[in-house]
């Protein structure tokens, strides 16, 4: 559901831009010590790798002439907390617009909060963790996850035609729109559920401190080894976006299929704006790789730079949201470090006032 900024008015998709800034600006503060300890750190530069290469492998849906890829916001919630899962899929979504050119500039605020603020501030807290907490399991994980994966996806699904719907887009009527988009995405969910249940399943089996620090909001222990893990995901990540992601389908992604019932194509021209044709040069101007491929590729595909692009991809992610972990996680421990100081010259002056106290009183 990486919408285009032709679905969208300036005024929308300004107004979510600045809603989902706010929904990321909140989840830094609420951030805690625990949810970026030094165990989780590499843990979501990790995760924002794999979900980017995880993006770029649309599979197909049977039967419907469509075909679909996991959002990862129920994914990344479960291994690392809302907070910073959230805060992780805003860069992938940010480095996918910017250099990939995967989805506009003007509508990410809105892919944000369809693919993000839903699923890792809404859904995780509200579905996948009451049905995990009476303790996880191989089933519990899987129903939470298909679950949470469809719910996240059709409030997604139902996010895009809203926000079309208010920009005034009249190609795409609000019933008409809604009663393509809910069905497809049902099935889209119910194939990123099952792909979501078994990464985590995976994961609790080989390291189960991982989502149970998570679902406490734990740190750690400083003595569970977590190489083997982060080797695995680092691994399946490259592999994922530098070969797999080759023979990824080419059919319509949901959004765009639904486009197509509609209008008989899968894009709209977009209307005539100066911010859309502002937003339209930046990302002509910061992508590198448009549509995963070389600049000068055309309509033509071209393997390598898909490969490339994947694996480019992964490793900018990766340092990216690693890099944003580490900041968040030293601001914390240096203004903790501040508050500790002065809490302890506070009570030493108080002391010290005690004393003179004292000292007036004997005299």
């Known amino acids: 559901m990486h919408m285009a ?15 989902s800034a706010a929904a990321v600006a909140y989840s830094v503060k609420k951030t805690k010590k625990t949810d970026l300890c030094d165990k989780k750190i590499p843990v979501m530069g990790v995760m924002g790798a794999f979900v980017f290469a995880a993006q770029m492998i649309n599979f197909i849906i049977p039967a419907t002439g469509s075909s679909g890829h996991i959002g990862g916001g ?30 506009g500039i003007l509508a990410l605020g809105c892919t944000i909060f369809n693919l993000g ?39 997604g699904a139902f996010g895009v035609v809203m926000q079309t719907t208010l920009s005034g887009i009249t190609e795409l009527p609000f019933v008409t729109f809604l009663l393509f ?52 995901l680092a691994v399946a990540a490259i592999l994922a976006g530098g070969f797999l992601s080759l023979y990824a389908s080419s059919l319509p992604d949901g959004l765009e299929w639904a486009i197509e019932k509609i209008t ?19 990302q002509e101007t910061t992508s ?21 692009a994947g694996i480019a ?25 501040f508050q500790d100081t002065e809490g302890t010259g506070s009570t030493e002056g108080t002391e010290a006032q005690r004393n003179t106290s004292r000292e007036k009183q004997d005299t």
Not at 5 to 19: I, R
Not at 121 to 150: D, E, H, N, R, W
Not at 317 to 324: S, Y
């Open 181 to 232: 988009m809910q069905p497809i995405h049902l099935a889209i969910g119910i194939a990123e559920g099952i792909i979501t249940a078994a990464v985590l399943c995976f994961v609790y089996k080989i390291r189960p401190e991982i989502m149970e620090s998570t679902f406490d909001r734990t740190a750690i222990k400083s003595g569970i080894p977590m190489k083997h893990v982060l080797v695995t």
């Open 74 to 103: 129920i994914l990344l919630a479960a291994m690392i907390g809302s907070y910073p899962a959230l805060i992780s899929i805003s860069a992938v979504l940010i480095i996918q617009s910017l250099l990939f050119a995967d989805g």
């Open 313 to 337: 991809g992964c490793a900018v992610t990766f340092l990216f949201a690693w890099a944003v972990a580490v900041t968040i996680s030293a601001v914390r421990k240096k203004r903790r470090s």
């Open 5 to 19: 900024d032709a679905l969208l008015s300036p005024a929308v998709g300004l107004t979510m831009s600045a809603v």
């Open 264 to 282: 008989g194509s899968t894009e709209l021209a977009a209307k005539e704006s100066s911010v859309i044709e502002g937003v339209a040069s930046i």
């Open 117 to 155: 603020v839903i699923p890792c501030l809404i859904i995780y807290p509200l579905i996948f963790k009451p049905l995990v907490k009476k303790g996880m399991t191989a089933g519990t994980i899987t129903l939470a996850s298909i679950f949470s994966v469809v719910a996240a996806l059709q409030l």
């Open 288 to 308: 590198f790789m448009p549509d995963y491929n070389f600049r000068n590729a055309g309509e033509d595909s071209s393997g390598a730079g898909t490969a490339i």
